[in-house]
């Protein structure tokens, strides 16, 4: 039992992640490691950058910022993953 959260936090949430990612019209791998749960908040916050209602030029712009936010997330993510594994060892 103790094995399922985190299998749940570091498999199958940034799958979802991703996955809204790519339905919204943004980046499936940058999302894919944004940060888990919190990449999850913040997408499910970003407005869909693919409906077909929108000028081109403004899902550009949509898809963009929504971009450069997951890579965001993913960078700090790493960053502090990172951090973690190579801070001291007690």
Do not use: C, H
């Amino acid at each position: 039992m103790a094995i399922v959260a985190p299998i749940l936090l570091y498999l199958v949430i940034p799958i979802i992640t991703g996955a809204l990612a790519m339905r919204k019209g943004y980046n499936f791998f940058l999302w894919l490691f944004g940060a888990g749960v919190l990449g999850l908040i913040v997408l499910s916050f970003l407005p869909f950058a693919n409906r077909s209602v929108l000028p081109a030029e403004e899902q550009a712009r949509l898809r963009s910022q929504g971009n450069m936010a997951g890579s965001v997330l993913a960078g700090l993510t790493v960053l502090f993953t990172i951090l973690r594994f190579a801070g001291p060892s007690s």
